[in-house]
């Protein structure tokens, strides 16, 4: 049984640079480990993933802001996340994508950015 648990987030001052971190149990192996995130009143949405071969993909709305990376022998995902915005507020979910395609899913932490 895999489970995600993430730790990081909570409230964070505009341009603040919080981390987001993800550890997986389980022993599944993945093909693919990221993030996405949930903003208030609108649909969930890829932030960023990163495969076991190391190729990233970023949201154009954060490229330039925040950066993953992920350690295959502690099978953890960071999320650093610089710069943040207003708008960066959501619940951001780690997730894993198996090699028989099986998505897996943290409960999510919660981002405030504000004043």
Avoid: H
């Avoid at 009143?41 to 190391?54: C, F, P, S």
Wanted: hydrophobic residues 30%; contains cysteine; charged residues 20%.
């Amino acid at each position: 049984q895999v489970q995600l648990v993430e730790s990081g987030g909570g409230l964070v001052q505009p341009g603040g640079s919080p981390r987001l971190s993800c550890a997986a149990s389980g022993g599944t192996p993945s093909i693919s480990r990221g993030w996405y995130r949930r903003a208030p009143g609108k649909q969930r949405e890829l932030v960023a993933d990163i495969t076991t071969g190391g190729d990233i993909n970023l949201a154009d709305s954060v490229k330039g802001r925040f950066a993953i990376s992920r350690d295959n022998a502690k099978d953890t995902v960071d999320l650093q996340m610089n710069d943040l915005k207003p708008e960066d507020t959501a619940v951001y979910y780690c997730t894993l994508r198996s090699f028989n395609g099986v998505r897996y899913w943290g409960k999510g932490t919660l981002v405030t950015v504000s004043s």
